[in-house]
């Protein structure tokens, strides 16, 4: 099975600054990954699929990197609802598919 | 994007067995090929149950395997979901899920449905 750990658990960020979240796969997973947001009493959204496509209606702030075992979410300049609960997730190898444990990204 | 309805009931006894449905809509079920289940824990977070090819197929997370049954009703444009021997560690937040039209991540969720293991 392969592991998905993301960093860091929290990151605490003002509205209008960048921020960078990583996902590091157990083993490479070329960029089988995608990138979903949940904010709470809703089901995950998906945002970014094969590490860097933006799913349908995604603004163009959120941005993914990566290919291997090493990804990246970035949000270019941070709206009020992009304050939310982030999730990696893989698709190369399973069963399982697996997601990452999250990423809180909070208002500082 | 389909829209997806889970239902089913918020509380199961210890030993006893979860039947969720999905409902579909927006969308033949034959549209997309993979439905799956998903549920998410404080504790574990977001884990992946299984998935129902609309012909029938399936796959299930190894961790469940011995427990989980999934079926497909053209018919009725639903998918469902049966974990037998509940325990306390099934408490959670039950989600069905599709793919998108040109990738295979999870593009639409349903609300979700939590379901307490108690006494």
């Known amino acids: 099975e392969i592991m998905l750990t993301q960093s860091p658990a929290t990151l605490s960020l003002s509205p209008g600054e960048r921020a960078t979240l990583s996902c590091r796969a157990s083993q490479s997973i070329s960029t089988y990954l995608a990138w979903y947001q949940q904010k709470p009493g809703q089901a995950p959204r998906l945002l970014i699929y094969?590490?860097?496509s933006r799913a349908t209606g995604i603004p163009a702030r959120f941005s993914g990197s990566g290919s291997g075992t090493d990804f990246t979410l970035t949000i270019s300049s941070l709206e009020p609802e992009d304050f939310a609960v982030y999730f990696c997730?893989?698709?190369?190898?399973?069963?399982?598919?697996?997601f990452g444990q999250g990423t809180k990204v909070e208002i500082k | 994007q389909v829209q997806l309805q889970e239902s089913g009931p918020g509380l199961v006894k210890p030993s006893g067995t979860l039947s969720l449905t999905c409902d579909v809509s927006?969308?033949?079920?034959?549209?997309?090929?993979?439905w799956s289940w998903v549920r998410q824990t404080p504790g574990k977070g977001l884990e992946w149950i299984g998935e129902i090819y609309h012909g029938g197929r399936s796959n299930y997370n190894p961790s469940l395997k011995s427990r989980v049954t999934m079926s497909v009703d053209k018919s009725k444009n639903q998918f469902s979901l049966r974990l037998t021997s509940m325990t306390t560690a099934d408490t959670a937040l039950y989600f069905c899920?599709?793919?998108?039209?040109?990738?295979?991540?999870?593009?639409?969720w349903g609300q979700g449905i939590l379901v307490t293991v108690s006494s």
């Open positions: 927006g969308g033949s079920i034959t549209m997309r090929n993979w």
């Open positions: 899920a599709t793919e998108g039209l040109d990738h295979a991540y999870f593009d639409s």
């Open positions: 094969d590490a860097s």
């Open positions: 997730q893989q698709r190369i190898n399973w069963p399982p598919w697996t």
